[in-house]
């Protein structure tokens, strides 16, 4: 089986609907989880904007959601997941408004693509509290089994 990620709300390359974006409802997508490699002890999933604040002129990567120790068997996340609703053991780490949870897209310039990348790991990440992403990546330094990628793209019409 292939690890993949997908959502039922946009395809990958395509633009994310207004309601998960800070112009809409500012909540997280639905997402399905397929084909989890044996082995697999955890997964992590994090959604990040490299074309932040310009895309013609990126200075950095704004974090937009950070989700680690979901459990292998995780195959499905609904719109709006967060806190108690997300799979038992599944920690939140910390996003770029430094908070945990989702937060939408929001550029406030141009067309960004947004990047949802989701890890297959051989183990469980110790408890990181709210940890931002570079904390969550090194700590799955060396144990990524497989990686799946879905990109968005959104511009806001004001």
């Not at 996340?77 to 939408?104: A, C, F, H, I, M």
Request: net charge negative.
């Amino acid at each position: 089986m292939h690890f993949k990620l997908t959502s039922s709300a946009f395809s990958d390359g395509q633009e994310i609907p207004p309601e998960y974006t800070c112009d809409g409802n500012d909540i997280s997508p639905p997402f399905a989880l397929e084909g989890s490699p044996p082995g697999t002890k955890s997964l992590v999933l994090i959604v990040d904007d490299p074309d932040a604040p310009d895309p013609k002129a990126p200075k950095m990567t704004w974090v937009h959601w950070v989700l680690y120790n979901l459990p292998p068997s995780c195959t499905h996340l609904d719109p709006g997941v967060s806190g108690s609703g997300l799979p038992p053991g599944t920690k939140e780490g910390q996003n770029d408004w430094k908070r945990s949870g989702y937060g939408g897209p929001c550029p406030p310039i141009g067309r960004h693509r947004y990047f949802h990348k989701l890890y297959a790991l051989d183990v469980e990440l110790p408890d990181l509290g709210a940890a931002p992403k570079s904390v969550v990546e090194k700590a799955m330094a060396g144990h990524i089994l497989a990686e799946s990628q879905l990109v968005g793209t959104y511009q806001r019409s004001r």
